[in-house]
């Protein structure tokens, strides 16, 4: 139970990190509207949260924080080195962008 716990908190928090990445304009469109003037009043940049790679006492682990400092999200147990966290990570993006949260009854 307290597996399948983490386990939605960390997908929960990826989701919510990807989400938060705005949309990019490219150089070109963005010196064309300074140029114009158009890029004054422009929103301000979305904030976003952080990965951190760190080792603990069991190994290389990762924590995600959202934008307030706050752990959302951790692995349950270290791994041997930085490498195989990095997959982890990208292993997550993967699922975030293509699985459908779904609820489980016990």
Not at 37 to 65: L, N, S
Not at 76 to 93: F, T
Request: aromatic share 4%; proline share 5%; hydrophobic share 40%.
């Amino acid at each position: 139970m307290r597996k399948t716990i983490g386990l939605i908190t960390l997908v929960f928090g990826l989701a919510v990190l990807m989400a938060t990445n705005a949309p990019q304009i490219d150089a070109q469109e963005k010196a064309a509207k300074q140029k114009k003037g158009e890029d004054k009043k422009a929103a301000p940049a979305a904030k976003v949260g952080t990965i951190e790679i760190f080792k603990g006492k069991d190994g290389y682990r990762f924590r995600i924080k959202d934008v307030d400092g706050k752990v959302i999200a951790m692995p349950p147990r270290g791994q041997d080195n930085k490498e195989d966290v990095l997959k982890d990570l990208e292993e997550i993006k993967e699922t975030l962008a293509k699985a459908k949260p779904t609820e489980i009854k016990d």
